[in-house]
């Protein structure tokens, strides 16, 4: 794996994030069988986001404020997904349960569904004056798991809430309460509870750590106590292990291009995680859900400098 040093900050006049130069976006896949990793495609012009795994064997990502699918054999090239109405969206969108749509969260920060038939979209969340970020479908499909910004005040960000929302936009509700912040929420299979990282139960700014909490907001329960930062829990279709993404030590939010590790847990002991790699990443690397549907396999994307890699680089 190679971090070259960061590129200095450059001002951008578009609502999504870029490539830096020199730097590559690869959407791969991790073979849950052989432990194998195959790179499905490469693209030095436009930087991939966030996979999520369709029923039919195509993934869904976000580009250029669009989204895009791709077969996960990787036999054709990013096709631009056609939402007429749509506005930028980001890397959080999570698929309908019956496999018809998409949950997107967009530049408006508000959540819309996007039908594969070509529908009109629509949105689903109404203009009460915060920011919404999706992260998780109920596994029947009725109940949407945002991270909720209330802008009032200072620091909002360190306020962020869990909340759940009807598909149809109605009874919005609290599942988390303390300030946290808490984020990345996402329901294990059987719908009994939702995985989160929260920073609730550390006393260090951007220790963020996994938990799981009760679709009401009962019974939260930390699951990581390590010194790392964790991210994104994303549990198999089999309910049997989950993945997330560590950052080092010290790290404030998620950000991008960091050295960062894919963790490997079994869900009835998350405090003996595997490391499946380490690569270059963070934001836009494993953000939602990208489990294939029979748990074979998970998607993931890295962001490395390909010129900067040592030759014995496993991940090259």
Not at 169 to 176: E, F, K, N, P
Not at 217 to 234: A, C, K, M, S, Y
């Amino acid at each position: 794996m190679s971090t070259p040093p960061a590129p200095s900050p450059q001002p951008s006049t578009v609502p999504w994030r870029t490539l830096a130069a020199g730097q590559v976006s690869r959407i791969r896949v991790w073979e849950r069988g052989s432990g194998e990793i195959r790179t499905v495609h490469v693209s030095a012009e436009r930087l991939f986001e966030a996979p999520n795994w369709r029923a039919d064997g195509l993934l869904l990502v976000n580009a250029e404020g669009a989204l895009w699918t791709l077969p996960s054999d990787g036999s054709q090239d990013p096709q631009r997904l056609d939402a007429p109405g749509l506005p930028p969206v980001n890397n959080d969108h999570v698929l309908a349960p019956d496999g018809a749509g998409v949950f997107a969260s967009a530049s408006d920060h508000h959540i819309w569904h996007v039908a594969f038939d070509g529908s009109p979209v629509h949105r689903v969340t109404s203009e009460d004056g915060v920011w919404h970020f999706l992260h998780g479908v109920s596994p029947e499909g009725s109940l949407l798991g945002y991270v909720r910004i209330e802008l009032s005040g200072e620091d909002a960000w360190s306020r962020a809430l869990i909340h759940t929302i009807r598909a149809d936009g109605s009874d919005d509700r609290s599942v988390t309460t303390d300030p946290g912040p808490a984020d990345g929420c996402e329901w294990t299979p059987d719908g009994s509870w939702i995985l989160l990282n929260t920073e609730q139960f550390s006393t260090t700014p951007g220790h963020a750590q996994l938990a799981r909490v009760r679709p009401d907001g009962t019974g939260i329960e930390q699951l990581t106590f390590d010194e790392r930062v964790n991210w994104f829990p994303h549990i198999a279709p089999t309910g049997d292990v989950a993945v997330y993404l560590s950052f080092p030590p010290g790290t404030t939010g998620h950000p991008a291009d960091r050295p960062v590790e894919l963790r490997m847990v079994d869900v009835d002991d998350w405090t003996r995680p595997t490391t499946l790699l380490a690569l270059d990443g963070g934001q836009g690397t494993i953000n939602v859900p990208s489990w294939a549907p029979d748990g074979s396999a998970f998607a993931f994307v890295d962001y490395p400098f390909p010129d900067a890699q040592s030759p014995d680089d496993p991940a090259a």
